[in-house]
C-alpha cells in the first residue's frame, strides 16, 4: 500500500520525524537526569507510547478516560489523568484502578479532595498548582493548600503544574524564563507541603516548550509533554522545533480548479478549525501545503478557508503551481492535537516515503 | 438512564426541537411544491435522517463516502455526494451502487467527466454551477458546460448549486436576494443543456437559510439544506431560526472554580475550535452556556476560551452564578455540524426533560 491507495483525507504520519522529536526530547530532559512521562493527548497511540516511553520509567500522562482505559488496556498502569477530576467520574477511575490500573488524578477543590478520600477506593491524588496560566490549580501559596493536603489525607501523591502560557512565548529566553517560574512555583508548593508534615513524592511539571528550554530541574521528580513527538506549525512557530519537524500531516485529493486557487478535499473536519497560528509571526491559515511526500515544494501555499469538507488551497505568488483533480498533497497541521482528533488511525510512512509501513489506532472520544 | 448518568462531555440532542426544526423547513418548501433531498452531513444519523424524510421523497444528500456507505447500508438508495468527485473515489461508488445503492455524484472538471464516461460502471452526475460562492462549480454562462455535458454523455442528470455565500446574509432581504440568484443561476445552466439538447431533470438547489427564504423556486426539483435540523448560534445569528431551536448542545462538567469563571471540561474537541459567530452581531466564543436542561439561565454566559479538555466559562455581569465541581451545564455550539463531529453518539431528550429516551450512532470519518 502506498500513498496513492489511501482514502482521502486521511492523516499520515512520518515515523522518522517522529523518532527524531522524541529523541530531542529525551535528550533535553536526560541532560537534567529527569524522567519524561509523556502525554498521550496529541498522539492517543499505543505504538507511540511505546516509541515516547523508551529509556523512561514507563508512565504515561492522558487527557480522558477513554484514553486511561485505552492504555490501561495495553498494559500501561502508571497513569496520570491531568484534567481536574469530579467526584462523579471517581467510580470510573476505581474500576480502572481495581482492574489493575494505577491511575492518579489532580484536583485544586477542597469538596472534591474530601469525595476523595471518603471514596472506598480512593486514587493517587496530586494537587494542582498553578504556575501562571490561571486556568486551573492553586497557586503555590494559596492559603488553601495546606488543608486541601489535609483533606486529602493519604490520597495525596505530591503536586504537578502546567505552565500553558508558555504557548505564548516567542524566544528562547521567554521559554526559559516561563520554565524556571514553572519549576519554582510547583516546588514552592511541594516543599510548603513538605514543612507541614504531608508527603510530596511527585513534583512534576511540564509543557513541550518549558521541558525543552528549562535551564534546570532541580527538585521536579518527571516531566510532561505530548506535543513536541508530532510538532506542528504553531510549536514551529514559537521555536519548540523547526518546521521540517512536523511529522504529521493530512493526506488530501485536489477536487477543484480555478485561476488561483485549488480546492481539495480537506476542510474544517479533516484539519480542524484551529488558527493557532492567526497570533504566530506567520499566519498559516489552516495549514501548510506541502507535496505528496511531504516536502515543501508550493513555498507557502496554504489552506486559505475550510468548509467542513472544502479547504481552499491559495498558492504562494512567488511559487506557483497546478495540480490535476485526483492529484494528492500534504497538508501540515496549525495544531496537531486538534487536527489528529477527527482521525481514527495515523497511516505511517518512513523517511518520507510513499509506502504505508503500518496502521496505527488512535483512542479518540471521551 | 438521565442527563446526571452520562459521561462529560457528551452530546445532548432535543428532539422536540429537532421535530419542530424539520416541521418549519418542510412547511417553507411545501409552500413552492418543491421537494427536499435533505443534507446529512450535519446529523450522520439514520434516526434523524428518518425524521427528516417524513413526506419527502425519500433521496438524501451526504458529504463523505463513509456517510455514503452508512446511509446505504441503513437502506437509503437515492444519495447525492455533493463533494465534487476525483477519478480515484468512483470505484468506491460503483462499489456501493453495485450493492444496490444509486449513488449520484458531481463535477465541474472536464477531464474528470471523461473519466467518468470512460468508467465501466459510471455513476449518475450532476454539474456543479457556482452561483457566487466562488468554491466550487462553473459560472451558469460558462463556456464550458457544454462541453463537459458532451464529455458525460449519458451519465449527466442535471445541475446543482450551493449559495454558501448565503452565510454572509444578515436580514430576510439579504437571503431572499441570494436564494433568487442561486434559483436564477441554476435554472439558467439547465436552461442551457436542455437548449443543446442535453438532458436536465435535476435542478437542485439550497442551503438552509435559502431554502427558507426564497420567494420562488421555479424550474428547481429539489432543494438541500441540512443544519436546519439542529441549529446553531450562528444560523441564530443569520436568522435562520430562533435562538431557542438549537436542538443539539454539548452536556459538560464543571471541573474548576476561581472568581470570575468557571472551568468546564468540554474545551476545542468536545466543543469544535469553530469561531463563526466571530463575525455575527453577537460574538459568543466557543458556545453559549445553558443550564443542565438546556434552559437560558445565565444570561449570555459564553466559553471563552477553549483548550484540548477544558473551556471556560465567563459569567455575563449581569447574571453572575456560580456552581460546584461536578455540576453539569449544557453548551450551545457556534456550528453544529463542527461540534457533532467530535462525538460518535447523540443521547436523546424530549421537550428539555431529563430522561435518555434514546441513543442515537454517529457516522464520522471518511
Given at each position: ?69 485505552y ?45 476523595i ?30 488543608a ?18 508558555s ?28 514543612a507541614a ?20 530541574l ?32 493530512v ?65 504562494d ?11 494528492r ?35 479518540n472520544?471521551?
Amino acid at each position: 500500500m502506498t500513498l496513492d491507495d489511501l482514502p482521502t483525507p486521511c492523516l499520515v504520519l512520518d515515523r522518522t520525524i517522529l523518532r527524531r522529536n522524541i529523541a530531542a526530547m529525551a535528550a533535553a530532559l536526560a541532560r537534567h537526569g529527569i524522567p519524561l512521562r509523556p502525554h498521550m493527548k496529541t498522539a492517543k497511540s499505543i505504538d507511540v507510547a511505546r516509541l515516547a516511553l523508551a529509556g523512561q520509567p514507563g508512565g504515561i500522562t492522558v487527557s480522558t478516560l477513554a484514553e486511561a482505559e485505552y492504555f490501561a488496556a495495553h498494559g500501561i498502569a502508571d497513569i496520570l489523568y491531568a484534567v481536574g477530576i469530579t467526584p462523579q467520574k471517581l467510580d470510573s477511575v476505581a474500576r480502572l484502578n481495581a482492574d489493575g490500573a494505577d491511575i492518579a488524578v489532580l484536583t485544586d477543590d477542597l469538596d472534591t479532595a474530601a469525595a476523595i478520600a471518603a471514596h472506598p477506593h480512593p486514587p493517587r491524588t496530586l494537587i494542582e498548582i498553578d504556575s501562571g496560566e490561571a486556568r486551573g490549580g492553586l497557586a503555590p501559596d494559596d492559603a488553601h493548600l495546606l488543608a486541601l493536603a489535609a483533606r486529602l489525607g493519604p490520597s495525596l501523591a505530591g503536586v504537578m503544574t502546567h505552565a500553558g502560557h508558555s504557548y505564548a512565548g516567542r524566544t528562547p529566553e521567554d521559554m526559559a524564563r516561563i520554565a524556571e517560574t514553572e519549576r519554582a512555583g510547583v516546588v514552592r508548593a511541594a516543599e510548603r507541603l513538605r514543612a507541614a508534615g504531608h508527603p510530596a513524592p511527585i513534583v512534576s511539571m511540564g509543557s513541550s516548550p518549558t521541558a525543552l528550554a528549562a535551564a534546570r530541574l532541580d527538585g521536579i521528580t518527571e516531566v510532561r509533554a505530548g506535543v513536541y513527538m508530532f510538532g506542528d506549525l504553531f510549536q514551529a512557530e514559537i521555536g519548540t522545533h523547526q518546521i521540517d519537524d512536523i511529522a504529521v500531516t493530512v493526506l488530501a485529493s485536489v477536487i477543484g480548479r480555478r485561476p488561483g486557487q485549488l480546492l481539495v478535499d480537506a476542510g474544517g473536519l479533516a484539519l480542524s478549525k484551529d488558527r493557532s497560528t492567526e497570533a504566530a509571526p506567520k499566519d498559516w491559515g489552516f495549514g501548510r501545503v506541502l507535496d505528496r511526500t511531504g516536502r515543501p515544494a508550493y513555498g507557502d501555499a496554504m489552506i486559505r478557508r475550510a468548509y467542513q469538507e472544502h479547504g481552499i488551497v491559495v498558492p504562494d505568488p512567488a511559487h506557483p503551481f497546478d495540480l490535476p483533480i485526483g492529484a494528492r498533497i500534504r497538508i501540515a497541521p496549525n495544531h496537531t492535537c486538534m487536527t489528529a482528533a477527527a482521525h481514527d488511525r495515523y497511516y505511517v510512512v518512513d523517511d518520507s516515503g510513499s509506502d504505508i509501513v503500518a496502521v496505527w489506532p488512535r483512542v479518540n472520544g471521551w
